[in-house]
């Protein structure tokens, strides 16, 4: 009998993260997910399960060493071997630099970047043995440039597609796909309905990003033959200004 097929899903939100689990799940993997605190993924749970798919939630903290250790060591021992891990945690507040307070900043760096460099840390120690595996990280605009009052969030984002170049660069001749993904646009989410309705009222036009169709793009990284491996992939809808 071979071994599951595993995806982890580092910040399994009720958007982008959870559109990547439900749609590994489809294609038969056992998905590993995780948020902050366990019962916010009752919902994307229940809806895998409804499906028919395999799941399991995990409530952690992506940037508390001892818990992201143990995360991945518990998933490897009683789970099986991670085959893709998504780094899918964000940080996007706005401040006026004067008022971005020091705790500000260095919670959203916390959460964009540290976050991201001990999960792949993490992975990366469980893959290079085996020479394969998939990781991928979740980017932004900010990745890309700062805007007006984001100095924080752009910091953050900067530094984890820092992180992400490095690994590739490390990983990729060692069998390991890692990959950087730029959310470049709105996402059809509830809080862009409620904050945004200019920009939500959009949607009936594919000018707002689909998260189902996002997750189609991470299921296709990691299926890409080696030969010709993405390592950066931007995604925007087609009238978004770039």
């Known amino acids: ?22 749609c590994f799940a489809r294609e038969g993997y056992t998905v590993c997910v995780t948020r902050r605190k366990v019962e916010k993924l009752e919902g994307l749970v229940a809806t895998i399960e409804a499906a028919g798919g395999s799941v399991r939630a995990f409530g952690s903290d992506a940037r508390r060493e001892e818990q992201t250790v143990a995360l ?8 099986g071997p991670i085959d893709v891990a998504v780094y899918n945690i964000g940080g996007n507040v706005r401040f006026p630099i004067a ?9 959203v760096w916390e959460m964009c970047a540290f976050g991201g ?39 953050g984002k ?14 990729g001749p060692k069998g390991i796909h890692v990959a ?21 009222a959009l949607k009936d036009r594919d000018g707002i990003l689909d998260p189902e169709h996002i997750a189609e793009a991470y299921l ?23």
């Open 220 to 242: 296709m990284l990691h299926n890409q033959p080696r030969s010709t491996w993405t390592f950066e992939m931007d995604l925007r809808p087609w009238i978004e200004t770039w």
């Open 1 to 22: 009998m071979s071994e599951p097929k595993i995806a982890l899903v580092v910040g399994a939100g009720d958007a982008t993260g959870g559109a990547i689990a439900r």
């Open 117 to 155: 460099f001990l999960m792949g840390r993490e992975v990366a120690r469980r893959m290079e043995p085996r020479g394969c595996g998939s990781i991928l990280f979740t980017g932004a605009t900010a990745s890309l440039r700062g805007g007006d009052g984001y100095a924080a969030f752009a910091g």
């Open 180 to 200: 950087h993904v730029v959310i470049d646009g709105a996402i059809d989410t509830q809080f862009i309905a409620e904050m945004f309705p200019e920009r939500y």
């Open 158 to 171: 900067h530094a984890v597609r820092a992180l992400a170049q490095s690994m590739a660069r490390e990983l």
């Open 72 to 79: 991945v060591e518990e998933i490897e021992r009683d789970i």
């Open 99 to 107: 008022e971005t307070t020091a705790r500000v900043y260095f919670k």
